[in-house]
T-cell receptor, first 112, second 112 residues
């Protein structure tokens, strides 16, 4: 069964600290993996996209890693800011390009 | 930047009503999608369309229908609203199959 599991479900960190969010998937065959940020009450916004051959991709303070062998991805946030408080959703695309598998998200709360 | 606009941010309707949720994108995207998002369940695909007058069922199409008469507009219809359809509804579009989504801001629908 194709699944995407994210951990932790929720996370509280202090402003300025780093954190890492995890995404494990069983989707096969694999096409690409995306991380989205969703502010409360808004639609998700794309942060990064990674294909099979990519190990790391950065977008400002966000760095995503992918290990296609172990089917794991992580999103590392450096020097967190209050505006990073949001849900982060991992989305994996399978061979059928219109089939996307969504994780349930990690809710991050950055406190001052 | 592509804009995906959903007509209402918040909507309250009564059980049994026919409800229309509208979504418009302004960049000539071929593919459009409707998702609902519920706590703990993540995003679930209701319907998608990859061309005018074309539609495909997603994972949870029961109780919904869609209409795509023009390329830029994709409407979700709740034929007879029920309380279990209270949810956040997200519209998304992509220019090509396999590309990342551009999401609308979402419609928080409450059925009373």
């Amino acid at each position: 069964k194709n699944q995407v599991e994210q951990s932790p479900q929720s996370l509280i960190i202090l402003e300025g600290k780093n954190c890492t969010l995890q995404c494990n998937y069983t989707v096969s065959p694999f096409s690409n993996l995306r991380w989205y940020k969703q502010d409360t009450g808004r639609g998700p916004v794309s942060l990064t996209i990674m294909t099979f051959s990519e190990n790391t991709k950065s977008n400002g303070r966000y760095t995503a890693t992918l290990d296609a062998d172990t089917k794991q991805s992580s999103l590392h946030i450096t020097a967190s800011q209050l505006s990073d408080s949001a849900s982060y959703i991992c989305v994996v695309s399978g061979y059928n390009f219109n089939k996307f598998y969504f994780g349930s998200g990690t809710k991050l709360n950055v406190k001052p | 930047d592509v804009k995906v606009t959903q007509s209402s941010r918040y909507l309250v309707k009564r059980t049994g009503e026919k409800v229309f949720l509208e979504c418009v994108q302004d960049m000539d995207h071929e593919n459009m999608f409707w998702y609902r998002q519920d706590p703990g369940l993540g995003l679930r695909l209701i319907y998608f369309s990859y061309d005018v007058k074309m539609k495909e069922k997603g994972d949870i199409p029961e109780g919904y229908s869609v209409s795509r008469e023009k390329k830029e507009r994709f409407s979700l219809i709740l034929e007879s609203a029920s309380t279990n359809q209270t949810s956040m509804y997200l519209c998304a579009s992509t220019i090509r199959r396999g590309d990342g989504y551009t999401f609308g801001s979402g419609t928080r629908l409450t059925i009373v």
